[in-house]
């Protein structure tokens, strides 16, 4: 295969971990996110980022991003994300915010290939166009690449949102609950895809999640925040508790041992 | 059913994972036949789509070619088109009147006409994208709003900048004040914490303001002063004249090669704010740099020919429509869907009324509405 060697060209340079040392964040004077510090998280991990509605998981994710003023340090291996320039950081991180993309007057192919080539990548369009055609494809969606981005549905949407993210071949992926619009099927199909993509490119994958079943059965470590502060982190199956999950989300829940020796949640009441 | 199954083989979204170690996907991908097959189609159909929109941009330019000539040709001097031809290749030649008609009257108002119109349509095509609505234009925002109060100080009090020549006064004051609210609505966007939003309502509020100063300054104008301004405000291209086409046309060459450069920043701002800063676009600066430019294309326009609402709101909607929201083509299609309005309208202001012509701003919403309710209505097929 002659694409063998060249294979190597699309892998990351060395497979850097991340890791945030004391970061916080402040909307005008008030401080919502407290002393945070997290990692290393080593290359070709998902870690779920999982809390109650408020605690912060969403702007941690948009701090990590470089999107808010955040104090602290952020490190990819070597590089301090904290300190790039907006376009430079873009090169190693991609997110995907929480809002489906809108409905714009643009083809589903052009969405994507502006994701790859804004901000300055020097990248042809014929390139731009086989790789996000085949992004597309690969999501499942390729039959739409050349479908009006008003006729997609939610779920549709947000899979062109991940592809955006995805065709800009970050080593930091960010996704801000990338399964909310979606199906019980392409939930699924998308946390296979998103670890598979995270393991085979070792990429550093940050996930919100509001599904704790998806994040015992997808990711490798779990980030726990409530009220801003961290509440723990560490391999899924030793976060997610029931102890822990009484104190963030105050319910009762168990951990049983369900089909094909899975871990899974179940939830008893409310404390 | 078995057609989608032959298009995308194996390509459900895990399953290239074991055959693929390393992560070259996009050559192992190619190198299926069947794949390189599509991709072509795929290539193929992309490129007609952008031959589409070349098309409709050079039938557009056309369209304007045949629109200023119609302009040209037409008015209450009846010359004829031998007449006409006559007085631009020889001009020494014809009597002084003709002359003048032609050279002094009718190119400088078709030519300004048109050049109006592309300023606002390009101005209001990035406003609606920076500000994230459909609704932005220089008009809804105040630019043109702060230009009459402007005019109406020189007109009415006689307000003027010092150095400049009396011909220039209202003008001048129409563009200072018009640069200024620009550029109050650029403070507001620098604003820490102001949204688009922010910006769109302050603009609103500028609308208002510099509508009740210019009802104080009618309201103590004498009735000479008073009839001026109130023409003024309904835009007139009878303030055309050469350096003024030569002013606009200069600040289009600089500004719009600027704003094409910025195309691909627009397009991804379109996509949302958050996203387009995720792919390496400085949101915030690509956006004081489109307002700046936005201002300086508008404040000229409006401040040469007074009020022209419409044209800055419809032309890029009518843009989308044509071509989609790939700023390389919409934003230039937003410029010439304005020039060819702006055109048309100034034959219908000669010609709605026998040897009137009825100011060009009221004209711009009579024809303009009709037409883009036309397009904006149409079903998308």
Same mark, same amino acid.
Not at chain 2, 221 to 248: C, N, Y
Not at chain 2, 280 to 306: C, K, N, P, T, Y
Not at chain 2, 341 to 349: E, F
Not at chain 2, 360 to 375: E, M, S, Y
């Given at each position: 295969m002659t694409g063998y060697s060249r294979a190597h060209t699309h892998m990351p340079d060395t497979l850097s971990s991340l890791r945030v040392e004391h970061l916080a964040v402040s909307f005008g004077r008030q401080e919502v996110l407290h002393d945070i510090s997290l990692g290393p998280l080593p290359a070709g991990t998902t870690t779920a980022l999982l809390g109650p509605n408020g605690s912060g998981k969403s702007t941690l994710l948009r701090a990590l991003a470089g999107l808010l003023p955040a104090r602290g340090a952020i490190w990819l291996g070597e590089h301090g994300l904290d300190r790039m320039a907006s376009r430079e950081r873009a090169r190693f991180c991609a997110y995907l915010p929480q809002t489906l993309p809108p409905t714009v007057a643009m083809e589903v192919l052009e969405a994507v290939m502006v994701a790859r080539q804004a901000g300055g990548a020097r990248v042809d369009t014929a390139t731009a166009l086989a790789e996000s055609l085949a992004l597309l494809d690969r999501l499942g969606i390729g039959e739409l690449a050349l479908r009006q981005m008003n006729a997609l549905s939610g779920g549709q949407r947000q899979l062109v949102g991940l592809a955006q993210a995805l065709v800009r071949r970050p080593q930091v992926l960010l996704l801000d609950e990338p399964l909310s619009a979606l199906d019980l099927h392409h939930q699924v199909a998308v946390m296979d895809f998103v670890q598979g993509e995270t393991r085979r490119r070792g990429l550093v994958t940050v996930i919100v999640l509001h599904d704790l079943n998806v994040a015992l059965q997808h990711a490798d470590h779990a980030v726990v925040l409530c009220e801003g502060r961290l509440l723990g982190e560490g391999p899924s199956l030793a976060i997610v508790t029931p102890d822990m999950l009484r104190k963030a989300y105050d319910v009762r829940a168990r951990i049983e041992q369900c089909s094909r020796g899975r871990p899974c949640v179940i939830v008893d009441g409310i404390v | 059913m078995a057609r989608d199954h032959a298009a995308q083989p194996a390509l459900d979204m895990a399953g290239s994972d074991s055959s693929c170690s390393a992560s070259d996907d996009l050559s192992a991908y190619r190198a299926d036949p069947r794949i390189a097959e599509r991709l072509a189609r795929v290539r193929s159909a992309y490129a007609g789509l952008v031959r589409r929109r070349w098309i409709v941009l050079a039938i557009l330019a056309v369209l304007i070619v045949a629109s200023v000539t119609l302009d040209f040709s037409l008015g209450p001097a009846r010359l004829t088109p031998l007449q006409l031809a006559r007085t631009l290749l020889n001009p020494g030649a014809v009597p002084l009147p003709q002359h003048v008609i032609v050279w002094q009257i009718r190119l400088?108002?078709?030519?300004?006409?048109?050049?109006?119109?592309?300023?606002?349509?390009?101005?209001?095509?990035?406003?609606?994208? *920076?500000? #994230?609505?459909?609704?932005?234009?220089?008009?809804?925002?105040?630019?043109?709003?702060?230009?009459?109060?402007?005019?109406?100080?020189?007109?009415?009090?006689?307000?003027?900048?010092?150095?400049?020549?009396?011909?220039?006064?209202?003008?001048?004051?129409?563009?200072?004040?018009? *640069?200024?609210?620009?550029?109050?609505?650029?403070?507001?966007?620098?604003?820490?914490?102001? /949204?688009?939003?922010?910006?769109?309502?302050?603009?609103?509020?500028?609308?208002?303001?510099?509508?009740?100063?210019? &009802?104080?300054?009618?309201?103590?104008? #004498?009735?000479?002063?008073?009839?001026?301004?109130?023409?003024?405000?309904?835009?007139?291209?009878? %303030?055309?004249?050469? +350096?003024?086409?030569?002013?606009?046309?200069?600040? /289009?060459?600089?500004?719009?090669?600027?704003?094409?450069?910025?195309? +691909?920043?627009?397009?991804?701002?379109?996509?949302?704010?958050?996203?387009?800063?995720?792919?390496?676009?400085?949101?915030?600066?690509?956006?004081?740099? /489109?307002?700046?430019?936005?201002?300086?294309?508008?404040?000229?326009?409006? /401040?040469?020919?007074?009020?022209?609402?419409?044209?800055?709101?419809?032309?890029?909607?009518?843009?989308? %429509?044509?071509?989609?929201?790939?700023?390389?083509?919409?934003?230039?299609?937003?410029?010439?869907?304005?020039?060819?309005?702006?055109?048309? &309208?100034? *034959?219908?202001?000669?010609? *709605?009324? +026998?040897?009137?012509?009825?100011?060009?701003?009221?004209?711009?919403?009579?024809?303009?509405?009709?037409?883009?309710?036309?397009?904006?209505?149409?079903?998308?097929?």
């Open positions: - | 400088p108002y078709a030519l300004m006409a048109v050049l109006v119109g592309l300023a606002l349509g390009i101005s209001g095509g990035e406003m609606q994208t *920076i500000l #994230d609505n459909p609704l932005a234009s220089p008009f809804t925002l105040g630019v043109s709003a702060a230009a009459a109060f402007g005019a109406s100080l020189a007109i009415v009090l006689n307000w003027r900048l010092p150095f400049v020549p009396q011909e220039w006064i209202v003008s001048a004051d129409a563009f200072g004040f018009a *640069i200024a609210s620009a550029v109050m609505l650029e403070l507001v966007a620098r604003l820490r914490g102001s /949204s688009t939003a922010t910006v769109v309502l302050f603009g609103i509020a500028l609308v208002f303001t510099f509508h009740a100063l210019v &009802s104080l300054v009618q309201f103590v104008a #004498d009735e000479d002063s008073l009839q001026d301004l109130v023409f003024w405000t309904m835009g007139s291209l009878t %303030r055309a004249d050469w +350096p003024k086409v030569g002013v606009l046309a200069c600040a /289009s060459l600089v500004i719009t090669p600027l704003s094409l450069r910025a195309a +691909p920043a627009l397009t991804a701002l379109r996509l949302g704010e958050d996203r387009a800063a995720s792919f390496g676009v400085d949101v915030r600066r690509a956006r004081i740099a /489109s307002l700046l430019r936005i201002s300086v294309l508008a404040s000229l326009a409006v /401040s040469f020919v007074g009020t022209i609402g419409f044209v800055g709101l419809i032309a890029p909607h009518i843009a989308r %429509r044509l071509v989609g929201e790939d700023h390389r083509y919409y934003l230039p299609a937003a410029a010439l869907v304005g020039g060819l309005v702006m055109s048309l &309208s100034s *034959i219908a202001a000669k010609n *709605i009324v +026998p040897n009137v012509v009825v100011p060009v701003g009221i004209v711009t919403a009579l024809v303009g509405i009709p037409f883009f309710l036309a397009i904006v209505l149409r079903v998308r097929s």
